[in-house]
């Protein structure tokens, strides 16, 4: 088999005293899908953190795309990251500005927004195109959850992370959700995610519990 995108090898995150994990190990190659469940607390947001060096490691080794982890490797790992954190912060009024803002980032200059792309991602997740024309202040949490994910597989990167993708979706909005990250990972494309929700881990590779 190939080299995996991500490896993570004996990791480890503390605070303060204490650790929320040890010895934790993992290969995801392209074209799976994972996810990590667990109770709340034990590190499952910190590691996804860890991965895009926001969160440092106190033991083990994190390497993505043959890249280790570090100060000089930072910059071109995120190049080859796309991530949907659980809390997003979306300083835009409009969702027509909303969708834009990932493609203005450093990491993501090269890269060219195509409207009729986002228009096809949103019939696959079940999302109406005059949502364009809204507010973010006039649309769901689970709508927003969408878009975004529609807007971050337009990045193409090779490994993707996401944080609770269906926490506010109904079960049919799951089972798009689903199908849609399941086609994106045939794009040589890895994903890798956390989630509470069983029918979303049920339809992963691989669920790791931590």
Same mark, same amino acid.
């Given at each position: 088999?190939?080299? %995996?995108?991500?490896?993570?090898? $004996?990791?480890? /995150?503390? +605070?303060?005293?204490?650790? &929320?994990?040890? *010895? =934790?190990n993992?290969?995801?190659?392209?074209?799976?899908?994972?996810?990590?469940?667990?109770?709340?607390?034990?590190?499952?947001?910190?590691?996804?953190n860890?991965?895009?060096?926001f969160?440092?490691?106190?033991?083990?080794?994190?390497?993505?795309?043959?890249?280790?982890?570090?100060v000089?490797?930072?910059?071109?790992?995120?190049?080859?990251?796309?991530?949907?954190?659980?809390?997003?912060?979306?300083?835009?009024?409009?969702?027509?500005?909303m969708?834009?803002? %990932?493609?203005?980032?450093?990491? $993501?200059?090269n /890269?060219? +927004?195509?409207?009729?792309? &986002?228009?096809? *991602? =949103?019939?696959?997740?079940?999302?109406?195109?005059?949502?364009?024309?809204?507010?973010v202040?006039?649309?769901?949490?689970?709508?927003?959850?969408?878009?975004?994910i529609?807007?971050?597989?337009?990045?193409?990167?090779?490994?993707?992370?996401?944080?609770?993708?269906?926490?506010?979706?109904?079960?049919?909005?799951?089972?798009?959700?689903?199908?849609?990250?399941?086609?994106?990972?045939?794009?040589?494309?890895a994903?890798?995610?956390v989630?509470?929700?069983?029918?979303?881990?049920?339809?992963?590779?691989?669920r790791?519990?931590l």
């Amino acid at each position: 088999m190939n080299k %995996p995108i991500l490896h993570i090898e $004996n990791a480890c /995150i503390s +605070f303060g005293h204490g650790k &929320l994990f040890t *010895h =934790f190990n993992l290969d995801l190659h392209l074209g799976e899908m994972y996810c990590i469940t667990g109770e709340s607390g034990k590190g499952k947001t910190s590691l996804l953190n860890a991965i895009l060096g926001f969160v440092p490691l106190s033991e083990g080794s994190i390497v993505v795309d043959g890249l280790i982890l570090g100060v000089s490797t930072i910059d071109e790992i995120r190049k080859r990251v796309a991530w949907i954190p659980q809390e997003l912060s979306i300083p835009s009024e409009w969702v027509s500005e909303m969708v834009r803002i %990932p493609f203005k980032l450093k990491a $993501n200059r090269n /890269i060219k +927004f195509s409207e009729k792309t &986002l228009y096809k *991602h =949103f019939e696959a997740l079940g999302l109406e195109h005059d949502l364009l024309e809204r507010r973010v202040t006039e649309i769901s949490g689970g709508q927003r959850q969408r878009i975004m994910i529609a807007v971050t597989t337009m990045l193409q990167k090779p490994l993707m992370i996401i944080d609770e993708p269906t926490s506010a979706l109904d079960p049919a909005s799951v089972s798009k959700v689903i199908r849609f990250l399941k086609n994106e990972t045939q794009k040589s494309t890895a994903i890798l995610a956390v989630t509470h929700d069983r029918i979303f881990a049920d339809s992963c590779d691989k669920r790791i519990f931590l």
